[in-house]
T-cell receptor, first 109, second 115 residues
Framework: GQNIDQPTEMTATEGAIVQINCTYQTSGFNGLFWYQQHAGEAPTFLSYNVLDGLEEKGRFSSFLSRSKGYSYLLLKELQMKDSASYLCAVMDSNYQLIWGAGTKLIIKP | ETGVTQTPRHLVMGMTNKKSLKCEQHLGHNAMYWYKQSAKKPLELMFVYSLEERVENNSVPSRFSPECPNSSHLFLHLHTLQPEDSALYLC??????????????FGPGTRLTVL
């Protein structure tokens, strides 16, 4: 079966750095997405990786290793507004998104 | 401002009621999706439409009935639901059904409670 694993919850301190990991087993691979979802709101797109390596976008970076079935989202200079759930999703060979259950990130002052 | 809108934002209904959820996208996209989001569970894909044709129906009970009258609008008709159907229902759209850099844009969702 297809599976996406990510930690259920993480806690970090304002101003620090946090890395959220995602491992996947899917039938085929057509890219990996990270989304941010604040409580009661829509998921919003953060990043997309289809080739191995690091994609940087401001305070957020996303890394992909296709051979290891592994990705991480790196958040730097954490702010209180970064408290949210972070969703990892992989597009399989049928171009269907397979979603993880999300990682709830709690930022403490 | 999101390019995908959903109404209503909140809905409480009894098990014998019939209601409809509405989604509209203003992005000129060709693909639209219905998802169910339950607490601490992955997003569950319910239906996929591409150019107004249904291309995916992930074993969804018949009490959920989608309708896509044009590429900008998507409805989810609800009929004799069960309490376990209570969840956040999210609509999304993307430029096309397949291809690289094809991120989905989500609406704010409808929080549904079935009594």
């Amino acid at each position: 079966g297809q599976n996406i694993d990510q930690p259920t919850e993480m806690t970090a301190t304002e101003g620090a750095i946090v890395q959220i990991n995602c491992t996947y087993q899917t039938s085929g691979f057509n890219g990996l997405f990270w989304y941010q979802q604040h409580a009661g709101e829509a998921p919003t797109f953060l990043s997309y990786n289809v080739l191995d390596g690091l994609e940087e976008k401001g305070r957020f970076s996303s890394f992909l290793s296709r051979s290891k079935g592994y990705s991480y989202l790196l958040l730097k200079e954490l702010q209180m507004k970064d408290s949210a759930s972070y969703l990892c999703a992989v597009m399989d060979s049928n171009y269907q998104l397979i979603w993880g259950a999300g990682t709830k990130l709690i930022i403490k002052p | 401002e999101t390019g995908v809108t959903q109404t209503p934002r909140h809905l409480v209904m009894g098990m014998t009621n019939k209601k409809s959820l509405k989604c509209e996208q203003h992005l000129g996209h060709n693909a639209m999706y219905w998802y169910k989001q339950s607490a601490k569970k992955p997003l569950e894909l319910m239906f996929v439409y591409s150019l107004e044709e249904r291309v995916e129906n992930n074993s969804v009970p018949s009490r959920f009935s989608p309708e896509c009258p044009n590429s900008s609008h998507l409805f989810l008709h609800l009929h004799t639901l069960q309490p376990e159907d209570s969840a956040l229902y999210l609509c999304a759209s993307s430029r096309q059904l397949a291809g690289d850099y094809n991120e989905q844009f989500f609406g704010p969702g409808t929080r549904l409670t079935v009594l």
